[in-house]
């Protein structure tokens, strides 16, 4: 026997090798057979080759990637691993083997499969993160401070548009039913079709483990259980990419960047050519200096005419690590201090990690590579040209504590809070800990109950200003009452939801229009791919609550304009419920036309579906798996993702989980292998 691919009910992938080499393979292979599309989408868009098969839409995206410089950093750290841990490099050929394997021949809506290199699934966990920890937000501060002052980093420092986050929460022994405790949470990323977790169990002599898997990349690196040790992720929200403001200069050589020591040094610098499909190819000029590749600008400034350029320094391209010499050592833990060890390792996102075991072992700590550096670099662009913004080393990872036999991450500030600026609201993490608070002991089929929790605490600074307003009009008077006696709870049912959502996006438009934002509304010219960062509704939208409440904000008559946002609303109230608007809307490389399903929730719930206020309802982001790992019994674990195990459109198993997901219902988790139907061997 090689490797044995068997399958469940809901046709997730479980395979079973005579060793770690072989099990790599058949991961790769089964992930070529369920999601040929997307990893022929992922490979092209970590290469920055996405636009030849999709488009001019997707040049944006190749000409960052490009610049970005996100291909060589992925050789680069390649190259470091083949030298520095042979063993692991060879596992990573292993599954690359095994996924062109499983490309040969396969039929794609368009084009036909490339072939993957050995630096591939590293590349596409570059491609997959590098906007992970929203660097880009440094622009908007930047900005904002220009045009507003100082104030308007605490005003806006929060997590905004393109952030990713997560739920989870750790329960101990003594506070569940079995005495042994259980993990549960769910990651919140863009909706994908197909998903970007993909269930899969893994089994060979060496370990046996279940968990959610990025499709191209081998093993399984946030979300496992080996059965006698489980951990879950969220993002730490840390600061670990920095911009630079660059002063460039052309010569008869080339390109100069002036350094901090006050002299002119080459910068490297090339030519690459973008294929398009439909259109001309481009050509994109790339610019390294000694703090990294330059993403925005060039010696000639931006197109509106600023004297500026902006390279982007971040830990892969320094270290030439991306921290895959952890994914082996996590597949192989027995108990958390194994653990422990495998993310002493990680470099890229810097996650909250949660581990638990079945000795009693318990772990939450923070895990990655955070510079040490000056706290301007943090916050906002620095000169390259001044002294003082170097990179000075390595953060050490803070841990965390329990509280009550109890740890809730939910990207707020925690353990990582030395080490990030912008964090989410508390109102997740706050409600998280209410609700486990109210029972002693729990089971895991409790925990989707809080999962789907849709309570929206981050309503009340509006209902506030709601409720001292006087002189409304009758219509007003009323749609105000509604309100006031509002659970506050955004259930896809409720019509007083509708209405709280129709106010709330109305005053954030009014607040947008007012001439103190006015310099805010048009961003500078920097490349497209960076603009929802940049865009003023919707920092607006998911600020609302501090704007609301802070004790001034640049001579805003606040009243007037939730008074206003009312008047509107009662005018021409939705009629409706929350989920006639607030529907999903996943992110797909090709359109499709499908009846996509209305949804509870909002940002600031625990049911974290985001729309983006001001703008629309309809909800890009939300949890992208949910997971509940057992310590007591593996087999009692519970899981789901939001369409199936399969990405080809009109299989069985390509959104046969999509209703559960939508009612926030799990599937167990099926680790017997007597109980699933043996597929084919490879």
Not at 122 to 147: E, N, S
Not at 475 to 480: I, K, S, T, W, Y
Request: charged content about 25%; overall charge negative; proline content about 8%.
């Amino acid at each position: 026997m090689t490797a044995e691919i068997y399958r469940d009910a809901w046709g997730i992938p479980h395979l079973r090798a005579d060793g770690a080499r072989e099990l790599a393979r058949a991961q790769g292979r089964v992930t070529a057979l369920d999601r040929a599309w997307q990893l022929e989408v992922e490979r092209r868009r970590a290469e920055g080759t996405s636009a030849a098969l999709l488009g001019p839409d997707s040049l944006a995206w190749d000409r960052f990637v490009r610049r970005a410089r996100l291909d060589d950093t992925a050789r680069r750290c390649w190259a470091e691993l083949a030298d520095g841990d042979p063993e692991t490099a060879d596992w990573i050929r292993a599954y690359v083997d095994g996924v062109n394997e499983g490309l040969a021949g396969a039929a794609l809506p368009v084009g036909t499969p490339g072939r993957w290199e050995p630096w591939t699934p590293l590349g596409i966990w570059l491609g997959i993160h590098i906007l992970f920890a929203g660097f880009p937000a440094k622009l908007w501060r930047d900005q904002a401070v220009r045009h507003l002052g100082e104030e308007a980093v605490g005003l806006f420092a929060i997590d905004g548009p393109g952030t990713s986050g997560s739920n989870g929460w750790l329960v101990s022994g003594e506070r569940t039913v079995s005495g042994q405790p259980i993990i549960a949470g769910d990651p919140h990323r863009f909706i994908e079709d197909a998903g970007v977790y993909q269930q899969i169990h893994l089994s060979c002599p060496e370990f046996d483990v279940v968990g959610l898997a990025v499709p191209g990349v081998p093993g399984i690196a946030h979300f496992g259980h080996t059965g006698t040790v489980a951990w879950a992720i969220t993002n730490a929200m840390a600061d670990y990419q920095d911009l630079y403001r660059e002063r460039l200069r052309r010569t008869g050589a080339g390109v100069e960047a002036l350094g901090p020591d006050g002299t002119w040094a080459r910068a490297a610098r090339h030519t690459e050519t973008i294929e398009v499909a439909g259109e001309d190819p481009v050509e994109v000029e790339v610019i390294e200096t000694d703090r990294g590749p330059v993403v925005i600008g060039g010696p000639e400034g931006l197109d509106d005419g600023t004297d500026c350029a902006v390279s982007l320094r971040y830990p892969p391209r320094v270290t030439g690590d991306l921290g895959f010499g952890a994914l082996l050592p996590l597949l192989r833990a027995r108990r958390v201090a194994d653990v422990d060890r495998a993310f002493d390792r990680w470099t890229e996102p810097v996650n909250v990690v949660q581990a638990a075991d079945t000795e009693g072992g318990l772990l939450h700590r923070v895990a990655g590579k955070v510079p040490r550096r000056a706290r301007a670099n943090r916050t906002r662009l620095v000169p390259a040209w001044e002294p003082g913004h170097a990179w000075q080393g390595w953060h050490e990872m803070p841990y965390g504590e329990l509280a009550d036999g109890v740890a809730v991450m939910a990207n707020q500030r925690g353990p990582a809070a030395p080490l990030g600026v912008e964090f989410a609201p508390p109102h997740r993490a706050d409600r998280i800990a209410a609700l486990l608070g109210e029972k002693e002991q729990w089971a895991p089929g409790d925990m989707p109950a809080i999962h789907t929790d849709t309570h929206l605490a981050s309503a009340a600074a509006l209902l506030d200003r709601l409720a001292a307003l006087d002189g409304l009009s009758p219509e007003a008077a009323r749609l105000r009452e509604t309100l006031l006696a509002w659970d506050r709870r955004m259930d896809a049912d409720s019509a007083p939801a509708a209405v709280y959502a129709a106010v709330r996006g109305a005053v954030v438009r009014r607040l947008a229009v007012h001439p103190a934002f006015a310099a805010l509304t048009a961003p500078p010219a920097y490349p497209e791919v960076l603009l929802p960062w940049l865009a003023l509704v919707p920092r607006i939208g998911y600020a609302l609550e501090h704007l609301l409440r802070a004790e001034e904000l640049y001579g805003i008559d606040r009243p007037e304009a939730v008074r206003a946002a009312v008047e509107e609303v009662a005018a021409r109230p939705p009629g409706g419920v929350w989920g006639d608007t607030h529907r999903l809307a996943p992110w797909r490389a090709l359109p499709a036309e499908y009846d996509e399903p209305a949804l509870s929730g909002d940002h600031d719930c625990v049911l974290c579906t985001s729309a983006v206020p001001g703008i629309t309802d309809l909800a890009a982001r939300g949890p992208a798996a949910r997971y509940v790992w057992d310590l007591d019994r593996r087999e009692h674990s519970l899981w789901v993702v939001p369409f199936g195990a399969s990405g080809v459109p009109g299989t069985p198993h390509h959104r046969d989980q999509l209703p559960l997901w939508t009612r926030g219902e799990l599937v167990p988790v099926v680790t017997d292998f007597d109980r699933l139907e043996k597929e084919t061997d490879v």
